[in-house]
C-alpha cells in the first residue's frame, strides 16, 4: 500500500485527500500541515507548506511513495525542484513552470509571443506611468498584481478615482509586496475554469467548473479566492471546450516546453466566453481553490494512477467522470477578504458532520451521505469541537441528477451549520439555475 504526503493546508487539499482515501493502491495519507477537516482522513504533520527542506526530510524518513503540492506558495518556493533533486517522486510544476502563475507578466508575455486569445495590455512599474495609461482608457479597466496574491491581487476599478487608489495600493504602497502592476482591457462574458492534468506535451483535460469570485451575492464586493463553484458548466458548449483545448491549454503547454520549462501537474485556465469567444483570464499552476472541491468529487478513475502517470511520465489512464454533478457553497469568515477574528465555535448537526467520513470508493459505490460531502478551507479543532481559523472556513458540496438538486442539498446542509460570524452567497450558480 502507498504511502502520500499532500502539502497544503485548505479545502483544496482536503478534497485531494478524499480523492486519494477513495484509491484502493493508498494505504496512509499525510498531510502538511493540513486542518482540523482533514485530520479526519490524514495525519496532518506539522510543517509549513513553504518549509521545502523539512518536507523534503520528512518524506525521505517515512519512505513517502509520492508527494502531491496544492498551494502555490510551496511550488513557487521550490519544493518539487527539491523532492526530485533528492530522487523523490512528486506531482507539481518545477519553480520555473510556477512562473505561469508567480508572475503575471510572465503568464501575457507567454501568451502574446505564441498568440493565445487573451486580453490587450500593458505592464508598469512606475506609478505616474500606470496612471497616465489608465486616464487614456476605458473603464472599467483590470488592474494585476504581478506576484502572487493569494487570490486577492486582481482589482477592476469602475472610476479612475478607484483605479488611482488602486495604483497606490499596488505601486507606491506596495501592499502585496514589491512588484509590477498589469494593466488589462476588460473582457465580457460568463467565465469559467479549465483545468488540465499537464505532462509536457500532453494535455489531459478535467471536467469544467465556474466559481464565483465576488464576495457577496448578484456578484457584488471585492474578488475573493473564491465564494462556491459548481461542475460542469452547461453554458459552455462543447464547440467552446474544443477551442479552449486546441488553442489555449494545448498551445500553453507547447509554449512552456518551447520557453525550457515544460509543464508537468495540473494547469488550470480561467477562461472568458467573450463575444471573440474563449480567452484567457489567468493561469493558476495548480487545482483551483473552490474548484477542486467540486472537480473531484466527480472523477470515476483513481487519482493515484493519474498523479503517478504525470510524476513518472508515462502514458495516463483513461480518465471517467461520474455524470452525477456537484455544486458548492464557502462559508467564510464576516469581513472576509479584509480582517475578521476567529476562534467562533461551528455546531453541526450529525448528520452533517458524517459528510466528512470518506463518500465512496472508485468503484463508485456510494456510503451513507453521498449526497454532501464537507471540505474544511480553514477550520481548528479543540475538545472535539470545530471553530473558526481562516477567511473562507468551509466548502458544503451537494450531489444530484443535475445542478438544481445540487444546489439544493448544499444548501440545506449549509442553513443546518451553526457559527455565529460565517457569511455564505445563496447564489452559486445563478447563471444556470
Known amino acids: 500500500m502507498k504511502k502520500v504526503l499532500v502539502i497544503g493546508s485548505g479545502g483544496r487539499e482536503h478534497a485531494i485527500v478524499d480523492a486519494l482515501s477513495r484509491s484502493p493502491q493508498v494505504g496512509k495519507i499525510y498531510c502538511a500541515p493540513g486542518n482540523a477537516g482533514i485530520a479526519a482522513q490524514a495525519e496532518c504533520v506539522p510543517l509549513k507548506d513553504t518549509d521545502v527542506e523539512g518536507l523534503k526530510a520528512f518524506a525521505l524518513e517515512n519512505g513517502i511513495d509520492l508527494a502531491v503540492v496544492g498551494p502555490e506558495v510551496a511550488l513557487a518556493a521550490g519544493v518539487v525542484d527539491a523532492f526530485k533533486a533528492a ?20 503568464a501575457k508575455q507567454l501568451m502574446a509571443k505564441y498568440d493565445i486569445p487573451t ?8 506609478y505616474d506611468a500606470a496612471l497616465e495609461y489608465v486616464k487614456k482608457g476605458s473603464f472599467p479597466v483590470v488592474l494585476k498584481y504581478d506576484g502572487l496574491a493569494a487570490g486577492k491581487g486582481v482589482v477592476i476599478p469602475e472610476t479612475f478615482e478607484e483605479a488611482e487608489e488602486t495604483l497606490r495600493d499596488m505601486l507606491l504602497d506596495d501592499k502585496f509586496g514589491k512588484g509590477k502592476v498589469v494593466v488589462e482591457e476588460f473582457l465580457t462574458g460568463p467565465e469559467f475554469s479549465f483545468m488540465c492534468f499537464v505532462d509536457g506535451l ?18 457584488k464586493g471585492p474578488n475573493t479566492g473564491g465564494m462556491g463553484a459548481y461542475s460542469p458548466v452547461p453554458i459552455i458548449t462543447d464547440e467552446d471546450l474544443e477551442f479552449s483545448l486546441e488553442k489555449v491549454m494545448k498551445p500553453t503547454a507547447a509554449a512552456m516546453v518551447a520557453e525550457g520549462c515544460p509543464f508537468t501537474g495540473v ?51 483513461e480518465i471517467e467522470w461520474k455524470k452525477e454533478v456537484t455544486m458548492g457553497f464557502v462559508m467564510a469568515s464576516k469581513g472576509y477578504p479584509g480582517s475578521y477574528d476567529k476562534g467562533y465555535e461551528i455546531v453541526m448537526p450529525e448528520e452533517i458532520a ?65 457559527c455565529e460570524n460565517l457569511f455564505y452567497r445563496r447564489d452559486i450558480g445563478w447563471r444556470v439555475l
Open 267 to 317: 494547469l488550470y485556465g480561467g477562461l472568458m466566453k467573450t463575444p471573440q469567444g474563449p480567452k484567457v483570464i489567468e493561469f493558476n499552476c495548480r487545482f483551483g481553490d473552490p474548484e477542486t472541491e467540486v472537480v473531484l468529487p466527480r472523477l470515476a478513475s483513481d487519482i493515484y494512477d493519474i498523479f503517478s502517470a504525470v510524476a513518472d511520465h508515462t502514458p495516463m489512464p
Open 202 to 219: 500532453d494535455v489531459y483535460p478535467m471536467t469544467l467548473s465556474q466559481d464565483h469570485k465576488r464576495a457577496y451575492e448578484g456578484d
Open 87 to 106: 530522487g523523490l517522486r512528486i506531482f507539481g510544476p518545477s519553480k520555473a513552470a510556477a512562473t505561469i502563475e508567480a508572475s503575471k507578466d510572465f
Open 119 to 126: 486580453a490587450s495590455f500593458e505592464t508598469f512599474e512606475d
Open 354 to 418: 458524517a459528510c466528512m467520513s470518506p463518500r465512496n470508493d472508485v468503484s463508485g459505490h456510494p456510503e451513507e451521505h453521498s449526497d454532501v460531502r464537507i471540505y474544511h478551507m480553514g477550520t481548528s479543532c479543540k475538545d472535539g469541537k470545530y471553530y473558526t481559523a481562516g477567511g473562507r472556513v468551509l466548502m458544503v458540496v451537494g450531489f444530484g441528477a443535475d445542478l438544481q438538486e445540487a444546489h439544493d442539498k448544499a444548501l440545506a446542509a449549509v442553513e443546518s451549520i451553526e
